[in-house]
């Protein structure tokens, strides 16, 4: 999902580079519909007016969440962004993006 909204383009802005800011949203989650709606008021009580108050909207936040999320909580969160926020967001459905930095392997101190 990107928004036909967004005030400027989506790899475009005067430093020549992308910004990258990332959210997770009830990733792993799919049909717990009230669990999902209470953190979609946390969203919007914290996260969105954080990400509203950036000085600059040069960045690309992607907002990942699980490719299955309940269909009224997707679209109760793609109204929030579109009437909320005017700068560059994509929605992505995935899940597994974070696994490799939870695995062992990376917690795993190899210092001599």
Do not use: C, M
Request: aromatic share 10%; proline share 5%; net charge positive.
């Amino acid at each position: 999902y990107v928004p036909q909204h967004a005030t400027t383009p989506l790899w475009n802005n005067k430093h020549g580079l992308v910004h990258i800011l990332t959210t997770r949203f009830s990733q792993s989650q799919t049909n717990l519909l009230h669990l999902g709606q209470a953190r979609l008021e946390l969203f919007k009580t914290f996260t969105l007016p954080s990400v509203n108050a950036q000085t600059t909207k040069d960045f690309l936040w992607l907002i990942f969440t699980d490719p299955n999320l309940h269909p009224t909580l997707l679209s109760q969160l793609k109204a929030v962004l579109k009437k909320r926020f005017k700068g560059n967001v994509v929605l992505i459905g995935l899940n597994d993006i974070f696994q490799d930095f939870i695995e062992d392997r990376w917690l795993k101190d190899d210092t001599p």
